[in-house]
């Protein structure tokens, strides 16, 4: 399959790579088409997705499973009145129909906007009406059901809600009666241009509303380099990524690149995450690469790692946050498994990674991929040189944009502009570059911490924090303070040996470790002992929310 975009394949050397990789675009490109439907026509039995439940179901679709299935949904989506440019809203956790329905939503030329089940009633109304969303397709449970019905009399342009069940609520469509009684699916005559919206996801930031980032019917392609360059993937692998399938972690790590190599994707639909059940997932089906946020691998680490067989698993990495050395360290002393870090946003695909012929740093991100221009841009406006702290930042060149790079804020040219002007996307992220050419990051720019003349990136602190045999989870904020601006504050989750045990010489010892650990400057000047660190349900820990807390 990968020979249809790739020049080259196989690299020899990081060098190689950065030279030769090129990936070539075809004339309206559609992933349903070109990637799925050929799978189905090449290799009708190649297993692409294995889903299974906290109950024990467990269902293997075949690439001729996903190809007759997206027909049928994308033949009742158009009974429905749903067809090219249309806005349609899928809210389905890790339920099995989501591949179903964005692969038949890219197959009539709609757009897809993947949510989480978080959405509250006032969330989905600003959703809704901020980009004309047409249909809902959601969990027929009951929170996900009230909130939608609760939204809808102030949700106009909501013309049909789909339920997948269980629940078939009163006034909605359901979905699986619809995709079996669809007449025979007909391929529309124009379905898209390369240039016309595919996917849209609401991102926050740390003000105002969500932005909304729109990628065109190209961006699959980006994922190549996610997939088969960062996650190491070939045509045998299984590959397990935790995310929900509301976030953009999942299209990432569970469909366009992984389908593009001709992986089997693995999912795991559980409501509350345990980490002993991932470990029972990799000792019971076998996977073979995983991914997930380094939240995640500090639970691992701290399960009896020698009750599961994890031979199977060759490949992990990491992405969402940045990664404390001490997290990498256990992982590799438990399973002599390296953790290969990557960064990325929404906005992009991965534009920094740590690839198969890159040895990792622990802490790292790793170097610059072919595909994207990175370059640290400092507070003065220069080039950043080795060792400068800088915003990390794509440059483009002739306003042409790389592939995989969003195609514009929707309905917000002032945003767009703000971001991406004179050649330059700027991530709002902030790192540094050794002279090897790895970027270590440092933190949002609104995360930085300017206490007494110093700046200050929460990562570093944390990290000396995570050595600490008391802390199993930290986040590091800036809190006002009279005479140095800023301080550092610590919260932090204790390990299990260490609660209960809250104390002022607690305090003073978790205090002296980070002065002996890191710069004493940065040390946390105020500490607060936490049940739970605020996570988005991918596991990624909230510092606006702490932040926030603070203010009020």
């Known amino acids: 399959m990968l020979e249809k975009f790739l020049d080259k394949i196989n690299f020899s050397s990081y060098e190689d790579f950065m030279q030769n990789f090129h990936i070539n675009v075809p004339d309206n490109f559609n992933f349903a088409y070109d990637v799925v439907d050929e799978w189905a026509r090449i290799a009708p039995d190649k297993k692409a997705l294995l889903w299974v439940n906290e109950a024990g179901e467990a269902r293997q679709f075949t690439f001729a499973d996903i190809k007759r299935e997206s027909d049928k949904a994308a033949s009742y989506f158009m ?133 909304m980032v729109a990628h065109d019917f190209t961006y699959p392609l980006g994922h190549i380099i996610t997939a088969k360059y960062w996650h190491n993937l070939d045509e045998n692998s299984l590959h397990f990524t935790l995310a929900d399938t509301g976030w953009g972690k999942a299209v990432w ?107 990792p740093r622990p802490g790292s991100m790793g170097k610059k991929g072919p595909v994207y221009d990175i370059a640290l841009l400092t507070s003065d406006g220069r080039w950043a040189e080795d060792g400068e702290e800088g915003e990390i930042v794509v440059k483009t060149h002739g306003g042409k944009r790389p592939v995989g790079l969003f195609k514009e804020y929707y309905r917000d040219p002032e945003l767009t502009s703000q971001q991406y002007n004179n050649d330059i996307y700027h991530t709002g992220d902030v790192a540094w570059r050794d002279e090897d050419g790895y970027y270590w990051f440092i933190g949002r720019k609104d995360d930085v911490i300017k206490s007494s003349g110093y700046r200050i990136g929460p990562f570093e602190v944390e990290s000396a924090l995570m050595t600490h045999p008391a802390v199993v989870e930290c986040a590091i904020t800036g809190v006002p303070d009279e005479i140095r601006g800023q301080v550092v504050k610590a919260t932090i989750v204790l390990s299990k040996e260490y609660k209960g045990k809250e104390s002022p010489e607690l305090i003073k010892e978790i205090q002296d470790h980070v002065k002996h650990t890191t710069a004493p400057y940065k040390y946390p000047r105020v500490v607060e002992f936490v049940d739970e660190l605020p996570k988005t349900i991918s596991g990624k820990i909230r510092r606006v929310e702490i932040r926030n807390k603070q203010q009020h």
Not at 257 to 265: D, E, T
Not at 266 to 279: G, M, T
Request: glycine share 8%.
């Open 253 to 359: 790590g569970k469909y366009y690149g992984q389908w593009l190599v001709g992986a089997n994707v693995f999912v795991y639909d559980f409501e509350k995450f345990k980490p002993v059940d991932v470990l029972h997932m990799i000792h019971n089906y076998g996977i073979t690469s995983f991914c997930a946020p380094p939240t995640v691998f500090r639970f691992l680490i701290r399960e009896d790692l020698t009750q599961f067989d994890l031979s199977t698993l060759k490949y992990c990495t990491i992405a969402g946050e940045a990664l404390n050395p001490s997290v990498y360290d256990e992982w590799l002393k438990l399973t002599g498994i390296k953790l290969m870090e990557a960064y990325g946003q929404t906005e992009t695909t991965v534009t920094l990674g740590t690839y198969p012929f890159v040895e």
């Open 79 to 211: 009974q429905l009145g749903i067809g090219h440019g249309d806005m349609v809203m899928l809210i389905m956790k890790r339920r099995y129909q989501f591949w179903t329905a964005i692969t038949a939503l890219h197959k009539i030329g709609a757009t897809v906007i993947p949510a989480t089940h978080l959405l509250t009633e006032k969330d989905i109304v600003y959703r809704a009406n901020a980009a004309d969303i047409k249909a809902i397709v959601a969990v027929g449970d009951d929170i996900v059901v009230e909130h939608i019905n609760r939204a809808l009399p102030k949700s106009p342009s909501v013309k049909k809600v789909i339920s997948i069940g269980p629940e078939i609520p009163d006034g909605w469509e359901d979905f699986n009666r619809g995709c079996d009684e669809a007449p025979e699916f007909v391929k529309p005559e124009h379905v898209n241009s390369n240039d016309d919206i595919s996917l849209m996801y609401f991102t926050s930031g740390t003000t105002g509303e969500p932005k």
